[in-house]
């Protein structure tokens, strides 16, 4: 399938959501690492044309990991460590009755993960934006309730996420959204981001509902102590940016930004085990970083992600970390759920890769000069150059004369030519290649894995025979 006939496929994604009364307006993007390469839009954004890259949604939760790498630059300014309670920069917390005399005072790193005990409580959160920090304290002094102690599970909290733009607030001396603002987005050239909508240069989208069959307008919120949980309107082109920024830490070469790139990688590492119910119908393992959702791919590899819902608004935005290819989406009603759409449309371009044939991530050097080395030993079974390159162990589980036995029985299987260039090659890890030798019913399965010596020694290499299909 051709790049364009996928992204056919991926547009119609989005539109047959509009067609079927999901929002009225829906728009995508596409990145890679060299920046925004597709997008589309359908229906009607409010004027009587569709939304474009330069079109203003609300981006509602997708916010959480701009605060959690404002909250990375502070650590790495040397202003704030993880794992000071919060108690140190929200004193009002004080009041808070924690579940059990043993309980700890959350942490900031527990605040990042959403383990620090609170319910999950997108409903109540969404409508306390515009709350002032005194409204705040307030709450706090009236009590919480606890689902678990604090630092022992995982429950998506918005509560914590507002608490943490007010630790940004006290650390750096200026309101969140300016911190977040000056050390994040405007470095990053995000100037269609932000937490106005009046700020914005482009056009900026109503939010609705579905009611008595038409779509209710719904009134756009502004700045306050829950800015830090979801207060950030963007567009595709400018969330693009931010999803290929972040990817990119995992790249040979990291672009450089204000967040480090070794502070980017740790944002998508799995912190938090999520709950299967909290995810249902997903086939992937999923857990939670800072501020962003990392799911695991049997195929793929890795994949950061991360929804935002808000009333009158849907977005998401995912992408590979593999790969550095993504996805963004917005739509402009309540529980559109557009998170699907982004799903399905990056499932689809990470399956078109599986055709290529490239290897699934960058292997070392050394992977490869083994390659060459194994290939040589099929050809030509020679126990000195086996010794020479395999690490002992590989003798000793099974020895040679066993493993030229099942060797000759695998390539006569499959009337394989054991000189032959590799026809397709997948690898996991940098120290892992598997690669397959083509046959005249069928083709051979090498597949080998290196120890962790500097000499490249491989330490498992089996071989394979997969017969054509009757």
């Known amino acids: 399938m051709t790049t364009a006939e996928v992204l056919s496929r991926v547009d119609a994604v989005f539109a047959d959501r509009v067609a079927r009364g999901v929002a009225p307006s829906s728009v995508w993007g596409v990145f890679d690492p060299s920046g925004l390469v597709a997008w589309g839009g359908h229906g009607d954004r409010g004027d009587g044309t569709a939304p474009d890259a330069s079109t203003v949604f609300r981006i509602a939760s997708c916010t959480k990991s701009v605060t959690a790498a404002t909250l990375l630059t502070l650590v790495a300014d040397g202003r704030l460590d993880l794992d000071a309670p919060v108690t140190d920069f929200v004193p009002a917390f004080r009041a808070v009755g924690l579940p059990t005399t043993h309980s700890p005072v959350p942490t900031v790193r527990m605040l990042l993960t959403m383990s620090a005990g609170f319910p999950t409580d997108d409903p109540w959160a969404d409508r306390q934006e515009s709350i002032s920090d005194d409204e705040l304290d307030a709450v706090l002094a009236d009590g919480l309730l606890f689902d678990s ?58 939010g609705v509902r579905p009611y008595a069959g038409t779509w209710e307008p719904l009134p756009l919120t502004g700045p306050g102590a829950f800015s830090s949980i979801g207060g950030l309107y963007s567009t595709v082109s400018d969330l693009a940016r931010w999803g290929g920024h972040l990817a990119s830490a995992f790249a040979d070469r990291p672009e450089p930004g204000p967040v480090a790139p070794a502070d980017r990688r740790l944002m998508q ?57 993504g996805v963004v989406a917005f739509e402009n009603a309540t529980q559109a759920k557009v998170s699907q759409a982004a799903t399905e449309a990056l499932d689809l371009l990470l399956d078109a890769r599986e055709g290529e044939r490239t290897a699934d991530v960058a292997v070392l050097p050394q992977t490869r000069e083994a390659q060459r080395h194994v290939s040589t030993l099929l050809a030509g079974w020679d126990d000195t150059l086996a010794d020479r390159i395999l690490s002992p162990n590989v003798a000793l589980d099974e020895p040679y004369e066993r493993r030229r036995r099942h060797l000759a029985e695998a390539a006569a299987a499959v009337g394989a030519d054991l000189t032959a260039a590799p026809v397709e090659e997948r690898s996991v890890a940098p120290t892992h290649l598997r690669w397959w030798l083509p046959g005249a019913s069928g083709r051979l399965r090498v597949e080998i894995r290196l120890a962790p010596l500097a000499a490249g020694l491989v330490q498992t290499m089996t071989v394979t025979a997969e017969p054509n299909e009757a």
């Open 149 to 206: 102690v604090p630092g022992t599970g995982f429950a998506y909290s918005n509560l914590g996420y507002a608490l943490l733009g007010r630790v940004v607030a006290v650390v750096s001396g200026e309101s969140y959204t300016v911190t977040a603002t000056d050390r994040v987005l405007r470095p990053l050239g995000l100037h269609d981001t932000v937490f106005c909508a009046e700020d914005s240069n482009g056009f900026v989208v109503t």
């Open 269 to 325: 590492q799995a912190m938090r085990v999520v709950p299967p119910v909290v995810v249902p119908g997903s086939t992937r393992a999923t857990a939670y970083g800072f501020g962003l959702f990392v799911e695991q791919d049997d195929r793929h590899g890795p994949i950061a992600s991360h929804s935002g819902g808000y009333p009158g608004f849907s977005a998401h935005m995912r992408w590979s970390t593999r790969h550095g290819v």
